[in-house]
Structures are given as structure tokens and as C-alpha cells.
């Protein structure tokens, strides 16, 4: 299984990004994705999910601001980022639980900053 996730980099507050997720290994149209993020000194959190059915679920943080979407041709993941704030920088990973194992990809770093 692998996880290769882009599109991270540095905005201003209030800017946009997205960030994308190619899977390989997996039937991924089966397989709920999720993104995680981790800034420094704290602990990794679930951000945002989204179901093989694409029922989604986020975390109260970025409820109204980020959307994760997938498109099962492309076996990818995103997630839209508008009304970033300084304290969503952070590393962002995506992830996905096969079989009782979890995956992850590399991370991509989201700094948002004047």
C-alpha cells in the first residue's frame, strides 16, 4: 500500500489549498480515507474522512472551512482548505485502514502565515 500526498506549502491567513492523495495497493473505491494532521508538540488528529459511500465527517475545527472528496477513477483523495488559519499549520497525512492495519502517507507540510 502506498499513500503519496501533495499540495501542501505556505499561505496566507484566510487563503486556500488542496491537498491530494494517490493510493496504490488497495481497491480503493472500497476503503474509507482519512486525513490526519499533526503540529508541532501536539498530537496527530483526525481531520476529516470520507466513506466508500462518500458520507463525510469532520472535525468541529474545520466544519464550514475544509471538504474532502474523492474520485475512485483516479484512486485520489483531497481535501479543500479555504479560511486557513495560523493555527491550522501543521503536517498533514492521509490514511487508510485495510485490514486492521493503518497506512500512511508521507505527510505535506501546511504552514499559514503572514
Known amino acids: 500500500v502506498q499513500l503519496q500526498a501533495s499540495g501542501g506549502g505556505l499561505v496566507q491567513p484566510g487563503g486556500s489549498l488542496r491537498l491530494s492523495c494517490k493510493a496504490s495497493g488497495i481497491n480503493f473505491s472500497i476503503n474509507t480515507m482519512r486525513w490526519y494532521r499533526q503540529a508541532p508538540g501536539k498530537q496527530r488528529e483526525l481531520v476529516a474522512m470520507?466513506?466508500?459511500?462518500?458520507?463525510?465527517n469532520y472535525t468541529d475545527s474545520v466544519k464550514g472551512r475544509f471538504t474532502i472528496s474523492r474520485d475512485n477513477v483516479r484512486r485520489t483523495v483531497f481535501l479543500q482548505m479555504n479560511s486557513l488559519q495560523p493555527e491550522d499549520t501543521a503536517v498533514y497525512y492521509c490514511n487508510v485502514d485495510r485490514l486492521g492495519t493503518d497506512y500512511w502517507g508521507r505527510g505535506t507540510q501546511v504552514t499559514v502565515s503572514s
Open positions: 470520507i466513506s466508500s459511500t462518500s458520507t463525510t
